[in-house]
Every structure is written in structure tokens, then in C-alpha cells.
């Protein structure tokens, strides 16, 4: 079988490839598929290559012909030979280093030079080094018309040795180091027998028998490992951190253990100081026992601990995150990166998450930041399994019409699908013959709710199904589900009267009015009767009584929303989802696979139940089996950095000479795909420095002394083609232009510049350039050799055109293809071709002599109507550099290739060099601009001086723990210290407010006037934001103010009751209490900020604010805490 030769074919134009022509080759057909009914059309081509059988392959002149192998065999030595020399031929390959041949002088032309110096350009990552995989071939340089008439190989062993013998080499780049490892996985199904052998005397105890990963976990705690917990909920994550608290009272350190939301934290401490007793808590607004040994605490508390360098860090042991998968919060989450890469290097850390995809790649980065392994332990399965079912009633009729989807092995169930599906049709026809034809798609009002819900409780009472969880995405349709059940009671007598003393007992702690409140008194009516909500909008304390009640078993039917989710440990028999779709603030979608795990999840109790009941309501139509299969067995979203900067990070990391700004960046996971390989880059780069000073130095005197301006040139111009390329196929008429019949030059690792045909065009998605590494790395490629016309067909990618050629040619592209595909097949491999394929391949042979230097293209301009400005400059640049190209004089000395060599390998290794400099610098580093942009802010605003030092303002900006920079220009602009105490609250809920509505007509003058103040000095630091680069328009910074709670803070803090309130807002009172209790947080800031600045009358107004808040229903104690 002859050695496959790739024909290459050039062009002159100003977007085609300098190479020099060989003979032809052919390519056919693209191909493209609407992703979600919309795309561009992208080509994916088939290639077919074409060598004629009278081929001729040419060794170099001093090379005798060789006889033929089975005629005159050498003879080998068996014991060492066999190292060179494969089995079969007879002569092996010379390992031993040899020097590069140079050239002989001569005569030369410019497309002789320009062939091997590949002014055509690939893909930056193509391996230059001819004969090296990606690389041109060995016969390629010498193939030319411009090279000494060169013999005929006489077997295919000869062409292979030869070709490896002869083949131009640059210095091959230094073997990568081995990458370092620091997430160790760990088996978490291996038993681990002789635990008690290995810990004969536990720190901690349970009454229960541990699980295998659990005691995996307590194994590396004992060494003072770090780990890493991804386990399903409910299977008992919290084990771990019991341990890591016994471990550290028994060593006499500190534990910190951090929640993402306070209310978790109260959960938490009530559980820790029942088993540990000597468990402190620090939130926003509490401080308990801060001197114990096991403090529980917001992430935000830590974080400010670190920048403070608090001593309780000194005496730190362990720090345990829980919830890690909510550093993808949008908001919250840069929280728990900044506490991860600040934390000393001698805390242990230990990490509890809900199972995610990439649980080792996160561990990884701790790891590399802490220089230490993380131990990675993830559960396999559930320790009780779910069951999903599709629930259709409506009716007590209907009320069985419960359908199993997805049983407890993981099954996916089509056939209760198609049951659900039928059930509802049926119903819907029914309904068509008694009311109409017109088909009901809505989800359906409170009647219908009513409805679904009476005939599913009843169904699940019956079967001993409850507690439920109803999962709603809305805390107006949690209210309302609720409150339309009047007619269920599922408690008993004796159930009733405790859950009444429970009330009275909670309850007793509110003033007279607080407990006649609405909601409590709607509360205490549904709880009676085994009913309970849960959302933001309900008050603390109630969400605390529910939440207690529901883990004594007494609430049997929870109506929650996504938040119910996070909390600690309280199962219910079954969960059912309302719908499956929920707004995430900016748009409806379907719930995300990872948020219906989480929930889901909620669903079995440990010890009670032998599998946990899911299920979803087809109030309306039965949603896509597809949307279902996705929902409930896609994979889980991935820990992902949401990592940003922020003033006071910026500001904070100023004072300090620990840690730099840059140093945070890098050390960010956002930034860690592309700094995990920084020891090997360094290691390259030694190697790289080591190798180009042992370089010979190119001489270029003489007629060489435009060298250097001849490989810039060159270099270029290639850059100029590429980028002209990546213009016409990102265009509509140069995707137009790839017809069936359109001629193309083709660059892809397998073929260099070579002609081929367009069969056919079809649909597969959106191509984006950057989205590839390179298009033969992630397409398929099928060659088949035939014999005397032999041929491949590839499928390629767009970005695998070098240039469209005006030659449009007439080819059967079905019939080709579709006899390609034919003799794919052993039985009809050795086939012919069809004459439609002979007649391509003649055709193209044909344009291929007919154009020695290629074919002419579309001009992007003329023909294609490209009126993109980077298109015709680059161009009208291509052009000249061609004409600068043809008149260099250094291609006329004898001198040139090898002076050539020397400087382009030169010139590749510096390139490389600059690049592995850029990856280690803090240049490379995606939010460097950003912060430069940030600090000109700090600097225009006299935050920082021109040296970086932090001056007075940036010191009182450090103390806001929001809104940093608004809040100290409204203290250095005095709009604050005119005001009254209850005044400078009203005006400061505008910043912490989150729900939307208008300040209202009502307001004292000066409050409307303080108002417009705040909103003036915001559109000023907006306008310096702009000004000073940062994206985001004044409109959008001033907007994120809300003045919708001024009147109510107003009130509140002039002593108006609770129960008054409700009449001037139409805000939840939940919310109400979250923005009051933010609201102090933030006058306690501005206190110890007037202080700092020596304002005792601000400081003063701010503490009276401060108290005039902290009253009544807002700041009732946490039962978790009594």
C-alpha cells in the first residue's frame, strides 16, 4: 500500500495560505443541527484525499536505492537489534542525537522558502517540528519543483526510515513534570474493619453504629488530615463534624464551625451545646459564650475575623464549612473563597457538601492553596432510596392516579409515564365532552389546588405517608395552598393540646400585641391542625415554632419553599413538588437537577422509613419525559467560583503586607484551571532558558540584515489571515458561500492546504472559534485506502478552512457519500469507486494544474460584502506584507535557510517563553484590569494616595460590611449628622431593603430631601465608577438603592407597634423584620466608623438609632438559643 501523500494547494489572496502546491486532494461535505430551534449554520466537512497510483516518493541525492527486502534481508542480532529494529524490515531507526543537515546552497526561489517555513499558518498549538505528530510531512520540503531531482523509494519501509532520517527538527520541548495530586479520593464503599483497633479510644461516641464513609472521615481526623464530605442528605455529614469538636476539646484547641445563613447557625448551636455544652455563638446581631472552644458562626463572622487578625485564629484547630455548595451563590459566595485562602496554614479544614460532579477538583484547589492533601470521601448512595411518582387526581375519584417514575435502583419507568400521560387525556377528553373542546393548559386556580390537594393528602393519609413537604416557588402560593385546606385537621386531641402549651410557651416571651398579630394568629390556627408555611416572609420566631414542631412529627404538612431545604436534619416521610418550574429572579425555567436533589432529598427518615416518596403534581399537562429524565437524573451543578472584587477586600488587603490583591486573585478557584500547572510552567520555563542559551546565534550580516523583518513579517501576516478567516466564518455570506459544490483550501492536522469539494450541508449547533482546541481534536475522522484511487472522508469544522475559492464544481454528493459509506463495510472494501467519485478527484486535479498557485478565493470585501473594518484594514495589510515579503533581500544568500532555521527556532522559543512568563505573572490574571479600574476609583474618591497606602477614608470604608463607598461619602459630606436618630434609619434602609416599592408621598420633608441626597452622592460614585472603566452605568448603581421601607423603619423607630405596620406597607413581615435587623447591623458599623474618625455626635446618633430598633417582635431572642 503507497504511503498517503496530502496535496497542498496555495493562493495569493490576501486571506489564503502561503504554501507551496502539490498535487490534488479532495474534500466533501459540512454538516450542522439547530441547537433549541436556533443557530448559525456550521460546516463540519467530509475530506476526501486523493494520490494517484503512479505516485512518486524521492529520497535525498546522496541516497543509494535500496534493494528490496525479501530479496536481500541483512542479517540481524537478535539480542540487541530488536531495540531499533521493528520485526519484518531490515533496518532499524538511529536513536543516537545527530546534527541538523543544513541545506546546500543554491539557487532559491521564494515559494521554495515559503513552503517549509509555513507562513500559512495552523493553530498556535501545531507542533512546528517537521517529522513530529502534527508537524508537516518529511517530503514535503523537498517536494518541490525548486528541489534536486530526488530517487524513487523502493518499499514502504524505505519511505518510512527515510522520510525519519531526512525530516527537518527543531529541539523538542522539555517532558512536563509529573502534576502534583492534593485531592486524594477515597473509597468510601471499602469496609474499614479494624477501626476500633486503629482508635481504641474514640474522642467521640454515638449511640448508633457509624456508617463506612463516616468512619473513613474520623480515621484522617485522628492524623490531622483534611477532608473533603460529599454525601447525599440526611446520610449523616454532621458525624464528621462532631468529631473534628470532641477532637478539639480533647487536644484543648478551637473549633469554628460556619453556616451560610444565620438562621442555620441557631440550629446548630442549640445541637452542639446539647451533645458539648462549652459552644459559643457569634451572628450579625447575637454573642454567646464567644470564649468557648466550639464557636458557631456566619461565614461572614470569620472572614471579618481573619482581616483582624483575631486571636481566636491563634488557638484554631479546625474550621468546618457546611453547605459547601453554596459558595455557587451569586451573592454570598466570593465569602467562603476569601475565608479558604485566608485561613492559616496550620487549621485543619473540613468540608461537608451535598454530593456535586467535581468534588476533587475543589479539593484540589485547597489543596494546592494549603500546600496539604485533602482527603475526598463521597457516599455512593442514599442511606434511605427514593421512589418518584407523577401524581395526576384531582378528585377524591382520582386520588390513585399516582404513577412511579423513577423507582428506588434508579430505573427510569417509561410505561408510568405513558400511564400518567393517559390518565390525563382521558380526563381532559371527558371534560372536552362536557364543557367544550377547549383544552384547559393552565396550571388552574385556588379551587383547583383545593382540589388537587384534599384528594392527595387523603391518599397519602391513608397509606401512612406523612410528614409531606410541599416544595412552592412562590411565598404568596404557599400562603394561599395553605389557607385553602380550612377543611383538613390532621392532628389528634392529645397532639392538638401540645402543640397549643408549645405555642403559649414561645409565644409568651412577645408583648401583648405582638402575639394578636395577623400571622400569628393564622400561624397558630394552621398549626393546630397539623398545617405549617415556611418562606422568608414569615416572622423568625414563627419559622423557629414550625421548624420545632415539624421534627416533633406535629406539623404532618408543610407548605416551604427552596430555603426549607438548607436547613438541619428534618426529614419527612414525603416531599412533593408544586411544579417543576421556578423563577430565579430574571426568567422561569425548570428546576435545576442539583436544586430537585437537594429538595428531593428531604424525603425518608433514617431508621423509619424503608424508602422516601417523591412526587410530582401534573396539575396541568404532564410535563416532557425528556425535562423529567433531565431534571431528576442529570447530574447535579458543579461548585463554581463566584469570585469578584469588592472595595473592601480591596481596601482591606491594602493595609496588609501578608497578602496582596493579585495574591488573592490568583489564588481564587475562578483562577485555578489556568494556575494549577504554574510548577510545571516555571519548570518549562528553566528549561526553556537553560536550552536558548545554548543556542548557536543566527548571523545575519550581509544581504541577512532584514532576516528578523522577514520572520516578523511573516509571522504577521499569518496572524492577519487567521484573524480575516475567523471573520468570514462567524459571517452570514461566508457560511452562504459553503455550498454543495464550493471548492475550499483545507488546514487541519491531517491535511496542510489542500483542495476539496463541498457535498452537502447540514445543521448541528452553534460553532464558536475560541470553543475548539482544534477541530481534529474533537471530530470523528474515517479513512479508507481503495488502491489505485485511494481516499478518505473526514468530517471536518469550519475552522478547518484556510480560504473559499471562486470554483464552484458539479458533484453527486449523496452518491458519494453514501459509496463511501458502503465500502466502509469489510465485504465491499475492496470495491471500486463510483465514477462520480473518479470524477471529482479528476476535477479537482484538473484545478489543481490548471492553478499552480492556487486557485483564486473570495475576496471577504467584494465578494462576500464584508464591511467590517478589522476585515478590510487587515486586508489592505495582508497585501502589503506580501509585496514586503517578495522584496526581502535575505531570501537571495545562499545563507538564508540555515540562518532561517536558527533564528525561527530562536524566535519559537523566546514565544514560548513570553507565553509561560505572561501564565505566571499577575497579567494574566482575568479581574487584574477590573482592579486596576477599582483602585483608580479608590484613588479619584481619596481613598488611597497614589503609593496605594490607604488613606483616613479608605480606613472607615473597611469598617462597612456593605455599600462601603456610598456610606462613607455620606459621613465625609455630613449628610448623616444633621439628621435625627430615626431619620438616618429611615434613610439607610434604602441601602439594605430588598423589596421594591416607592418611598410614598407621605414622608417628612427632610426625609425626602435626605432621599435625593443619598441618590445624588450615588450617581456621583456612579459617574466615577464609569469614568474610571467599570462596567456597570450609573443607572444601575444608584438603582440598587430601595426606599420602598423608609416610612416603615421611620415608624418603628419613633416606637409605632408592630401590628401598626402592616397597614403602610404591603411587604411580608418576615421581610419587614430582615431588613430592621440588617439595619442595625449597619448603624453599628457607622458607629465605631464615627469613632474612628473622631464624631462623637454621629456616633452617638447612630447608637441611639441602633437602640431605638432593637425591640419587641424584631429582635425576639432565638428559641434555639433559650
Known amino acids: 500500500m503507497a504511503s498517503l501523500l496530502v496535496p497542498q494547494i496555495c493562493s495569493k489572496k490576501q486571506n489564503s495560505c502561503f504554501c507551496h502546491p502539490q498535487p490534488g486532494c479532495l474534500c466533501m461535505v459540512w454538516s450542522t443541527q439547530p441547537e433549541n430551534g436556533r443557530g448559525r449554520r456550521i460546516p463540519g466537512l467530509f475530506w476526501l484525499s486523493w494520490e494517484p497510483q503512479s505516485h512518486r516518493t524521492y529520497r535525498p541525492k546522496d541516497t543509494q536505492p535500496q534493494a528490496r527486502y525479501w530479496e536481500a534481508e541483512e542479517e540481524i542480532d537478535f539480542e540487541k537489534d530488536l531495540l531499533t529494529i521493528p520485526p519484518g524490515f531490515k533496518k532499524g531507526m538511529d536513536f543516537a542525537p545527530k546534527d541538523r543537515p543544513t541545506p546546500a546552497p543554491g539557487l532559491l526561489s521564494l515559494s521554495c522558502l515559503l513552503e517549509p517555513l509555513d507562513l500559512g499558518g495552523g493553530d498556535e498549538d501545531e507542533n512546528e517540528a517537521v517529522g513530529q505528530p502534527g508537524g508537516p510531512r518529511g517530503d514535503a520540503i523537498s517536494a518541490s519543483p525548486c528541489s534536486a531531482a530526488l530517487a524513487r523509494a523502493s518499499s514502504l519501509e524505505d519511505l518510512v526510515l527515510k522520510e525519519a532520517s531526512t525530516a527537518v527538527s527543531t529541539p523538542e520541548a522539555p517532558e512536563p513534570p509529573s502534576q502534583e495530586q492534593w485531592a486524594i479520593p477515597v473509597d468510601a464503599t471499602s469496609p474499614v474493619g479494624d477501626f476500633y483497633r486503629l482508635i481504641p479510644q474514640p474522642a467521640f461516641q454515638w449511640a448508633f453504629e457509624p456508617d463506612v464513609f463516616q468512619k473513613q472521615a474520623i480515621l484522617h481526623l485522628e492524623r490531622h488530615d483534611s477532608v473533603f464530605v460529599a454525601a447525599h442528605t440526611s446520610a449523616g455529614k454532621t458525624v464528621v463534624a462532631e468529631y473534628a469538636i470532641a477532637l478539639a ?70 474550621v468546618i464549612f457546611d453547605e459547601v455548595h453554596y459558595i455557587n451563590d451569586a451573592e454570598r459566595g466570593v465569602v467562603w473563597e476569601e475565608v479558604l485562602i485566608m485561613l492559616p496554614d496550620h487549621v485543619s479544614i473540613i468540608l461537608l457538601s451535598a454530593t456535586v460532579p467535581n468534588a476533587l477538583e475543589f479539593a484540589d484547589w485547597i489543596g494546592r492553596l494549603k500546600r496539604r492533601e485533602i482527603y475526598v470521601i463521597s457516599t455512593v448512595t442514599r442511606p434511605v432510596p427514593l421512589e418518584h411518582y407523577l401524581f395526576t387526581g384531582n378528585s377524591s375519584k382520582t386520588q390513585g392516579e399516582l404513577f412511579l417514575l423513577l423507582d428506588s435502583r434508579g430505573a427510569f419507568h417509561t410505561k408510568g409515564y405513558y400511564a400518567a400521560v393517559e390518565a390525563k387525556k382521558e380526563r381532559m377528553s371527558k371534560h372536552a365532552q362536557t364543557f367544550g373542546a377547549k383544552q384547559p393548559t393552565h396550571q388552574g386556580g385556588p379551587a383547583q389546588d383545593r382540589g388537587v390537594y384534599l384528594s392527595l393528602l387523603a391518599s397519602l393519609r391513608t397509606r401512612a405517608q406523612l410528614p409531606v413537604v410541599v416544595f412552592t416557588f412562590s411565598r404568596g402560593r404557599c400562603d394561599e395552598q395553605a389557607s385553602g385546606l380550612t377543611s383538613l385537621d390532621l392532628t389528634t386531641s392529645s397532639e392538638k393540646s401540645e402543640i397549643h402549651l408549645f405555642l403559649q410557651r414561645c409565644l409568651a416571651r412577645l408583648r401583648g400585641s405582638d402575639r394578636q398579630l395577623p400571622q400569628v394568629l393564622h400561624m397558630s390556627e394552621l398549626l393546630n391542625r397539623g398545617l405549617g408555611v415556611h418562606h422568608s416572609g414569615i416572622l423568625p420566631i414563627l419559622k423557629e415554632i414550625v421548624e420545632m414542631l415539624f421534627s416533633r412529627g406535629l406539623v404532618k404538612v408543610l407548605f416551604a419553599t427552596e430555603t426549607f431545604a438548607m436547613g438541619v436534619n428534618m426529614p419527612a416521610r414525603t416531599v412533593v413538588f408544586d411544579s417543576m418550574r421556578k423563577h430565579d429572579g430574571s426568567t422561569f425555567r425548570d428546576l435545576l437537577p442539583g436544586e430537585y436533589v437537594q429538595m428531593a432529598g428531604r424525603a425518608g427518615r433514617r431508621g423509619l422509613d424503608p424508602t422516601g416518596t417523591v412526587i410530582l403534581l401534573c396539575k396541568g399537562r404532564v410535563p416532557e419525559m425528556a425535562d423529567l429524565h433531565r431534571m431528576m437524573m442529570g447530574k447535579p451543578s458543579q461548585l463554581q467560583s463566584q469570585f469578584r472584587l469588592t472595595y473592601t477586600m480591596i481596601l482591606n488587603l491594602l493595609r496588609v503586607d501578608a497578602l496582596r490583591v493579585e495574591d488573592m486573585m490568583k489564588r481564587s478557584f475562578s483562577e485555578f484551571p489556568s494556575r494549577k500547572d504554574s510548577k510545571a510552567h516555571e519548570q518549562a520555563l528553566a528549561e526553556l532558558t537553560k536550552k536558548l542559551g545554548a543556542l548557536e546565534e543566527p548571523d545575519m550580516t550581509g544581504q541577512l540584515v532584514d532576516l528578523p523583518e522577514y520572520y516578523s513579517w511573516g509571522e504577521e501576516l499569518t496572524e492577519t489571515q487567521h484573524m480575516i478567516q475567523r471573520r468570514i466564518m462567524e459571517s452570514v455570506n461566508g457560511l452562504k458561500s459553503l455550498s454543495a459544490g464550493r471548492v475550499v483550501v483545507v488546514k487541519n492536522q491531517e491535511h496542510h492546504n489542500a483542495l476539496g469539494v463541498i457535498l452537502q450541508v447540514r445543521v448541528m449547533g452553534i460553532w464558536t472559534p475560541e470553543g475548539c482546541l482544534g477541530p481534529w481534536q474533537c471530530l470523528p475522522c474515517s479513512p479508507l485506502f481503495t488502491g489505485p484511487c485511494d481516499h478518505t472522508v473526514l468530517k471536518l469544522h469550519p475552522g478547518d478552512m484556510a480560504a473559499i475559492t471562486t470554483k464552484v464544481l458539479r458533484v453527486n454528493g449523496e452518491k458519494i457519500l453514501e459509496d463511501f459509506s458502503k465500502r466502509q463495510q469489510p465485504k465491499f472494501k475492496k470495491d471500486p469507486p463510483l465514477a462520480a467519485v473518479t470524477t471529482a478527484v479528476q476535477e479537482l486535479l484538473r484545478l489543481a494544474q490548471a492553478h499552480p498557485a492556487g486557485p483564486p478565493t473570495l475576496d471577504p470585501v467584494n465578494d462576500l460584502q464584508l464591511k467590517d473594518m478589522s476585515v478590510v484594514e487587515g486586508g489592505l495589510r495582508a497585501r502589503k506584507l506580501e509585496e514586503l515579503i517578495q522584496g526581502a533581500q535575505c531570501v537571495h544568500s545562499p545563507r538564508f535557510p540555515a540562518q532561517y532555521l536558527k533564528l525561527r527556532e530562536r524566535m519559537q522559543i523566546q514565544k514560548e517563553m513570553e507565553r509561560l512568563r505572561f501564565l505566571l505573572s499577575d497579567q494574566s490574571l ?10 483608580e476609583v479608590l484613588r479619584t474618591l481619596g481613598y488611597v494616595d497614589e503609593a496605594g497606602t490607604v488613606k483616613l477614608a479608605g480606613r472607615v470604608a473597611c469598617a462597612m460590611s456593605s455599600h ?68 456597570q452605568t450609573v443607572e444601575e448603581f444608584v438603582g440598587e438603592l430601595n426606599f420602598g421601607l423608609v416610612e416603615v423603619v421611620y415608624e418603628w423607630a419613633r416606637g409605632m407597634p408592630f401590628s401598626e405596620l402592616a397597614g403602610l406597607s404591603g411587604t411580608p413581615e418576615g421581610l419587614v423584620v430582615r431588613c430592621i435587623q440588617r439595619l442595625a447591623e449597619m448603624c453599628r458599623s457607622l458607629r465605631g466608623a464615627a469613632r474612628l474618625v473622631g464624631e462623637p455626635v454621629l456616633g452617638a446618633k447612630m447608637e441611639t438609632a441602633a437602640t431605638l430598633l432593637r425591640r419587641d417582635i424584631v429582635f425576639a431572642a432565638s428559641l434555639y438559643t433559650q
Open 249 to 318: 476539646q480533647k487536644h484543648m484547641t478551637r473549633t469554628i464551625y460556619t453556616s451560610p445563613i444565620k438562621a442555620l447557625s441557631n440550629q446548630k448551636f442549640r445541637d452542639f451545646r446539647n451533645t458539648f455544652g462549652d459552644v459559643g455563638l457569634l451572628t450579625g446581631d447575637v454573642q454567646l459564650h464567644p470564649e468557648a472552644s466550639c464557636l458557631i458562626m456566619t461565614t461572614e463572622i470569620l472572614r471579618s475575623m481573619l482581616y483582624s487578625g483575631s486571636d481566636v485564629i491563634r488557638d484554631l484547630e479546625w
Open 964 to 1031: 462601603e463607598l456610598l456610606l462613607t461619602e455620606l459621613m465625609f459630606d455630613n449628610a448623616l449628622s444633621t439628621l435625627r436618630p430615626e431619620e438616618i434609619a429611615a434613610l439607610l434602609s434604602g441601602l439594605v431593603c430588598q423589596s421594591p416599592g416607592d418611598a410614598g408621598d407621605q414622608l417628612p420633608n427632610t426625609l425626602k430631601q435626605g432621599i435625593e441626597r443619598v441618590r445624588a452622592v450615588a450617581k456621583r460614585i456612579g459617574e466615577v465608577q464609569v469614568a474610571c472603566g467599570l462596567n
Open 926 to 935: 482575568l479581574l487584574l484590569p477590573e482592579y486596576h479600574q477599582r483602585v
